[in-house]
């Protein structure tokens, strides 16, 4: 989308463009739909509620609509907040995140869940359903990685309570079965494509 709109940021897109304010988690918005449509074989969409799926500690996640797409291979795309202006860290918070080798420092949309089997159980955080952002950039970046990370505390790694491998990360970005879940993915891709947890 953005090589076809000749755009550097995905706010700067035509589909950005017709968006009079933020989408809310949840909404059909008509443009949106299109364009996803135009890039991903979409077969149906709905409004489906975290509330049916479980965390890794098996508690639930509780009320939490979501906008979802439903892909031709069965693969669910659910959204949170799409957002209009771009969620930026400041100059020096950005310049702070690079020099810790971080590389992003505005994110379009928060929260993209991705259940890789559909409707298919276990529909769990960690095991079948993983958390990411999209930067501005169009880079979809695991929640509780890296990069997330150091956009979200701009200290070292080994410090940062963001970050899943940090022996002083909170619980919900740890994982672990006795976590939410959260940062399966970036546990995941950064261990070899291994859920070893």
Same mark, same amino acid.
């Given at each position: 989308?953005?090589?076809?709109?000749?755009?550097?940021?995905?706010?700067?897109?035509?589909?950005?463009?017709?968006?009079?304010?933020?989408?809310?988690?949840?909404?059909?918005?008509?443009?949106?739909?299109?364009?996803?449509? !135009?890039? %991903?074989?979409?077969?149906?969409?709905?409004?489906?509620?975290?509330?049916?799926?479980?965390?890794?500690?098996?508690?639930?996640?509780?009320?939490?609509?979501?906008?979802? *797409?439903?892909?031709?291979?069965?693969?669910? %795309?659910? *959204?949170?907040? &799409?957002?209009?202006?771009?969620?930026?860290?400041?100059?020096?918070?950005?310049?702070?995140?690079?020099?810790?080798?971080?590389?992003?420092?505005?994110?379009?949309?928060?929260?993209?869940?991705?259940?890789?089997?559909?409707? !298919?159980?276990?529909?769990?955080?960690?095991?079948?359903? %993983?958390? %990411?952002?999209?930067?501005?950039?169009?880079?979809?970046?695991?929640?509780?990685? !890296?990069?997330?990370?150091?956009?979200?505390?701009? &200290?070292?790694?080994?410090?940062?309570?963001?970050?899943?491998?940090?022996?002083?990360?909170?619980?919900?970005?740890?994982?672990?079965? +006795?976590?939410?879940?959260?940062?399966?993915?970036?546990?995941?891709?950064? +261990?070899?494509?291994?859920?070893?947890?």
């Amino acid at each position: 989308m953005m090589a076809d709109d000749g755009a550097d940021k995905l706010t700067d897109t035509c589909l950005w463009g017709t968006f009079s304010d933020s989408i809310g988690a949840g909404a059909i918005h008509t443009e949106f739909i299109g364009y996803m449509k !135009k890039y %991903f074989k979409v077969i149906d969409y709905n409004t489906i509620d975290l509330k049916d799926y479980k965390f890794l500690n098996g508690n639930s996640p509780g009320v939490n609509p979501r906008t979802n *797409f439903i892909l031709a291979d069965g693969v669910y %795309f659910m *959204f949170g907040t &799409v957002n209009k202006i771009p969620t930026s860290l400041s100059e020096e918070e950005c310049k702070k995140v690079k020099e810790l080798g971080g590389n992003f420092c505005e994110y379009a949309i928060r929260l993209i869940y991705i259940d890789v089997n559909g409707s !298919k159980l276990p529909n769990q955080f960690g095991r079948d359903l %993983f958390q %990411f952002e999209l930067s501005n950039d169009g880079r979809l970046i695991p929640e509780g990685g !890296k990069d997330a990370a150091l956009f979200k505390s701009q &200290v070292a790694l080994q410090n940062n309570t963001k970050y899943w491998n940090s022996s002083s990360s909170e619980s919900n970005y740890r994982c672990n079965k +006795n976590s939410a879940g959260y940062a399966c993915a970036a546990r995941i891709m950064e +261990n070899g494509w291994k859920m070893d947890y």
